[in-house]
């Protein structure tokens, strides 16, 4: 199953810097992690701002909410969740 999700992050001005920087190198971490298991299959930088949209391919709702509310910045994270299906004109036989 796809899903595109677009991901704000808003971390407080007054929040610690080194506390900040640790939980960013943590969400790289998790990122490459999930990654590498090919359920975070894309992901693209906004440009102008701290967001992401990224492409997740779950077996179900349950497991993309486990994956998202595993994130080590979730709790600074607004987010907007797409689910996707293939469309009959594409030519990647790896769209599902």
């Given at each position: 199953m796809l899903t595109m999700v677009e991901m704000n992050v808003h971390i407080p001005l007054g929040?610690?810097?080194?506390?900040?920087?640790?939980?960013?190198?943590?969400?790289k971490d998790r990122f490459q992690e999930l990654q590498r298991a090919g359920k975070w299959r894309h992901i693209w930088r906004v440009?102008?701002?701290?967001?992401?949209?990224?492409?997740?391919d779950v077996e179900s709702n349950s497991?993309?909410?486990?994956?998202?509310?595993?994130l080590p910045?979730?709790?600074?994270?607004?987010?907007?969740?797409?689910?996707?299906c293939r469309h009959a004109s594409?030519?990647?036989?790896?769209?599902?």
């Open positions: 929040f610690d810097k080194e506390e900040a920087d640790r939980l960013k190198a943590r969400e440009v102008g701002r701290y967001a992401n949209v990224s492409i997740f497991e993309l909410h486990d994956i998202l509310t595993s910045l979730f709790p600074f994270m607004e987010m907007k969740v797409v689910p996707l594409s030519l990647h036989d790896d769209d599902r």
